[in-house]
């Protein structure tokens, strides 16, 4: 990988919560518009790598976070920056979709509004877009002011994925999407993180492995806390080196 | 269990239809509409607008400054702005102000009154009491009903790079919009029916009061010096009153639970 293609970059990353370490020494690169699967078993540290490159992981309580996180040539971890500009650039998507308190319109709305200006033709265009961007918008155009609540879970799910490109982010990040929808739902979110990737860095973290093995570009695979193995997707699934990925693979851990 | 349920709802079926028997018999159109005269403790002369008037202008002043303070206090309480420690210990003073007895901000108020040279009782150091009562009520309900909130939303608000401050006020604000409706409104309710605490601070008026360092009437209070004489009449006068204050506190119960479903449309679940 090329240094201009690299989308973020971990250097010595080490997370603690309530002294015990989650993530041990991460040093991983991830490639810029592709789509990049973080795999690996339960608890083993996959959403907490996916919140870190956020800074979403200082909200807790009791978290210690060292090493370099590597965004745009800047290390996000040195403080005096402006947290929200660089959650700005990293969309969230989690397992449960969490829309806004508000109504379908104002959910995508309200990023477009923080960031992007107020003006409310701008604000519908930007609105309509990124609905239609996400296949939603025949499917609430006429109730748009409808709470959004009153979604499926599916639908949530895209709403959370609409919210999220109007802040125009660079990444997206995905923690385990699909796993709370129904099959049907879960593909459509699968075949917009496809689409989305031409223009968006997405990152996945996912249980599933088969799902990586359908979508991923890039693999990331984490043990108790550790990257035991990192690189293109054909190399690391037809081609395991580590003992544990080999494992992993063949279903003996999962 | 039946027996405790039979005593709790037999208890307020009890209260309520002595006060509504012996108030709604004795209450009369005038004494709505008129301000007592000078016997009112003891003749039948005038109505009690003036203690009504007294109250609202008591309670409705005290519910709005306890509200800017309790709203401030719950949101620096969550975790996204002290550390839990801090927050913890604020909690636990919260709930002693909540358990100190009324009687007790009552004499408390009266101390800084005279200390500041006022005799008798004025309007201000009624609201002061009030507003000290009724900050801990509104600060606990705030602040349970924030931190309610999933940490999953706020976590959806900052991701779209929302400061701490535009998360609490656009995305926390609604989704704990019922709790705080309703901490309001029990500040209030308890407010308006506190006795104890405006006891010794408010003093008493047959008229309105045109300043904050007037004297004033105020319902609980009048309930307890009508209460108190030997006239069966008179008597009469307080379950009137009492009458008047259990449907000021019923209409509160109501707009509560109107107001939290109304706000409730967007919550996410």
């Keep these: 990988m090329t240094k201009s293609n690299i989308q973020i970059e971990t250097k010595a990353l080490n997370v603690t919560f309530h002294n015990n370490p989650v993530l041990k020494n991460i040093n991983i690169e991830i490639p810029a518009k592709q789509l990049t699967a973080i795999i690996g078993p339960s608890g083993c540290g996959k959403t907490t790598l996916l919140k870190s490159f956020n800074r979403l992981l200082e909200i807790q309580d009791d978290v210690k976070i060292t090493g370099e996180i590597i965004v745009d040539n800047k290390d996000i971890m040195t403080s005096g ?6 959650r700005k650039k990293m969309g969230l998507i989690s397992q449960k979709p969490y829309p806004l308190p508000m109504s379908i319109f104002e959910n995508v709305a309200y990023g477009l509004r923080i960031h992007h200006g107020k003006n409310p033709k701008k604000v519908e265009e930007g609105v309509h877009h990124c609905l239609q961007e996400v296949g939603l918008w025949n499917e609430v155009k006429d109730r748009l002011h409808d709470p959004a609540s009153r979604l499926s879970v599916g639908q949530q799910q895209r709403l959370c994925l609409a919210r999220a490109i109007a802040v125009k982010p660079e990444v997206i990040l995905c923690d385990e999407p699909t796993s709370a929808l129904d099959p049907i739902a879960a593909q459509q979110i699968e075949r917009l993180l496809l689409k989305l990737k031409k223009d968006f860095t997405v990152i996945l973290v996912t249980h599933t492995l088969r799902q990586a093995k359908r979508v991923a570009d890039y693999v990331i695979f984490l043990y108790f806390g550790m990257v035991v193995e990192q690189g293109p997707a054909d190399d690391v699934f037809t081609n395991p080196k580590s003992p544990e990925m080999k494992a992993y693979l063949s279903g003996e851990i999962s | 269990m039946l027996a405790s349920l039979i005593i709790v709802i037999g208890s307020l079926i009890l209260i309520v239809s002595v006060i509504v028997f012996n108030g709604a018999s004795s209450l009369s159109f005038e004494m709505l509409t008129q301000t007592s005269e000078g016997s009112f403790y003891l003749s039948s002369g005038g109505g009690f607008l003036n203690a009504i008037v007294g109250s609202l202008i008591l309670a409705l002043p005290a ?46 108020a009266l101390t800084i009154m005279i200390a500041v040279g006022l005799r008798g009782g004025s309007v201000l150091f009624g609201i002061i009491a009030l507003t000290l009562l009724e900050i801990p009520i509104i600060t606990r309900s705030i602040d349970e009903s924030i931190k309610v909130v999933p940490d999953g939303l706020k976590e959806s608000a900052y991701s779209l790079g929302s400061t701490r401050f535009e998360t609490a006020l656009h995305v926390v604000r609604r989704q704990a919009m019922p709790g705080i409706v309703a901490g309001v409104l029990l500040g209030f309710g308890r407010g308006i029916g506190d006795a104890a605490s405006i006891l010794l601070t408010v003093g008493d008026s047959n008229y309105f009061p ?38 000021i506190v019923l209409t509160i119960s109501i707009l509560t639970r109107y107001l939290t479903k109304k706000s409730s449309r967007y919550i996410i679940k």
């Design chain 2, 210 to 247: 045109t300043s904050v360092l007037d004297q004033t009437a105020a319902l609980p209070t009048i309930i307890l010096n009508l209460a108190g004489m030997p006239e069966k009449t008179v008597q009469n006068k307080a379950y009137a009153v009492a009458f008047i204050l259990l449907l």
């Design chain 1, 81 to 86: 920056l402006n947290v929200p500009d660089i």
């Design chain 2, 63 to 108: 519910t709005a400054f306890a509200f800017i303070v309790s709203v401030f206090i719950a949101m620096y309480l969550q975790k996204d702005f002290i550390s839990s420690a801090f927050s913890s210990f604020i909690r636990m003073c919260l709930d002693i102000m909540w358990g100190i007895p009324s009687i007790v901000y009552g004499v408390f």
